[in-house]
């Protein structure tokens, strides 16, 4: 009961959870407002699968579509990223997004809450920068282990502007030149 209207008319951007990209009525819900959107690939979701959740934001005219990674299920607590994913969603025509720190999530990890493995953040945003991703989704905190929620996954404040300092000089490289992968594609 998301009161959809009321936020595309406040926010730039409109995102939406892994958990619902299946939800064809919300999806294309979201998709109508028109505002650009930026959704995450469900962890239980093939990269492949993701080119029917944008032709439904097509379907009501939508072509303002971002797709995010942000890992996939790996048996009971883990997740893992398979690089090959972003390539594959960005031959959708979409843009791709890297959520680098959703993706070092351990999900239920603590017993009770959700772990993470914060030092892979870095490790994983090199990755998917040298793929070529469009952009970089990133969750930062002050001080990540006194964060409210997800603070195990969190990159700490104080370290941002080195780890981004890096990711633009890799970035800046990797689309100098064509992606040799896309004759093949």
Not at 12 to 30: E, G, H, S, W
Not at 149 to 157: A, F, I, K, R, T
């Amino acid at each position: 009961n998301t009161p959809v209207d009321e936020v595309a008319a406040v926010v730039d951007v409109l995102q939406t959870p892994a958990f619902l990209v299946r939800q064809t009525d919300f999806i294309q819900r979201v998709a109508a407002t028109g505002k650009p959107l930026n959704i995450k690939k469900g962890q239980f979701l093939a990269p492949w699968d993701m080119a029917g959740v944008v032709a439904k934001c097509h379907e009501v005219g939508n072509q303002q579509v971002m797709l995010c990674e942000r890992g996939t299920s790996f048996g009971y607590n883990n997740l893992v990223v398979d690089m090959r994913s972003l390539a594959v969603m960005r031959a959708t025509g979409c843009p791709v997004v890297f959520d680098a720190t959703h993706s070092v999530q351990l999900p239920g990890g603590l017993g009770n809450a959700t772990g993470g493995q914060r030092e892979m953040v870095p490790v994983l945003a090199r990755a998917a920068v040298a793929v070529g991703v469009a952009g970089l989704f990133l969750e930062t905190h002050p001080d990540p282990d006194q964060a409210p929620c997800d603070g195990p996954n969190m990159w700490p404040l104080s370290r941002m502007e080195e780890l981004l300092s890096l990711l633009v000089e890799i970035d800046q490289r990797v689309k100098q030149e064509p992606y040799p992968e896309l004759s093949m594609m």
